[in-house]
């Protein structure tokens, strides 16, 4: 059974940097054609594609954002790391990650997601 | 990058009633094109991958069409637990980019 669990701050300042690390069970990151994404939703709002990586650490980035994040993976963790620089009180969201396989292509299985608040 | 723009932003709509949602790409993806659903408060679901193959264990009610630019999400016959907002999500490009969302009500 494949499972995502995201962790990190609740709150966080602005122009902090955020440091988001999804941990996940019942599949390796060394498996070819397996990634993890990372994939965000402001309250009310829709969903919005972050960053992507891969087994053979190929990394993807949102153009829109791509100087502000760094996605890693530790896989003798199991875990993907996700920071972004210089958050916003726009960056207010709940934030996902989600396994990816070659086969689908697409997110198949999510993680709960984890509510980030950017404030002073 | 791709904008993938979905319609209707909102459907009402009845139980058993035939339910279609439209999302166009700014490029052809070839079929490479999902669709989820998501209630509140909790993660999206995948239901459709490769523009129209079902998601094990999704109900047969739910089908995808299309190819290029332009894609369907339809619900054949909508039950009480399909009330939900529905993405697409394209995955052709070197990122991916999902659509505004369709929040399907009861009418």
């Known amino acids: 059974q494949i499972t995502l669990k995201e962790s990190g701050p609740t709150l966080v300042k602005p122009t902090q940097t955020l440091t988001l690390t999804c941990t996940f069970s019942?599949?390796?990151?060394?498996?070819?054609?397996?990634?993890v994404g990372w994939i965000r939703q402001p309250p009310g709002k829709a969903l919005e594609w972050l960053a992507l990586?891969?087994?053979?650490?190929?990394?993807r980035y949102s153009p829109s954002l791509k100087s502000r994040l760094t996605i890693t993976k530790d896989t003798s963790k199991n875990q993907v790391v996700l920071t972004m620089t210089n958050m916003d009180p726009v960056d207010t969201a709940t934030y996902y990650c989600?396994?990816?396989?070659?086969?689908?292509?697409?997110?198949?299985?999510w993680g709960q997601g984890t509510l980030v608040t950017v404030s002073s | 990058d791709i904008q993938m723009t979905q319609s209707p932003s909102t459907l009402s709509a009845s139980v058993g009633d035939r339910v279609t949602i439209t999302c166009r790409a700014s490029?052809?993806?070839?079929?490479?094109l999902a669709w989820y659903q998501q209630k509140p408060g909790k993660a999206p679901k995948l239901l459709i991958y490769?523009?129209?193959s079902l998601e094990s264990g999704v109900p047969s009610r739910f089908s995808g069409s299309g190819s290029g630019t332009e894609f369907t999400l339809t619900i054949s016959s909508l039950q009480p637990d399909d009330f939900a907002t529905y993405y697409c999500?394209?995955?052709?490009?070197?990122?991916?980019?999902f659509g505004g969302g369709t929040k399907v009500e009861i009418k």
């Open positions: 989600a396994h990816r396989t070659t086969f689908h292509g697409a997110f198949d299985i």
């Open positions: 019942g599949f390796s990151l060394s498996t070819s054609g397996v990634g």
């Open positions: 990586i891969y087994w053979d650490d190929d990394k």
């Open positions: 490029q052809s993806l070839s079929n490479w």
């Open positions: 490769k523009a129209s």
């Open positions: 999500q394209q995955y052709n490009s070197y990122s991916g980019t």
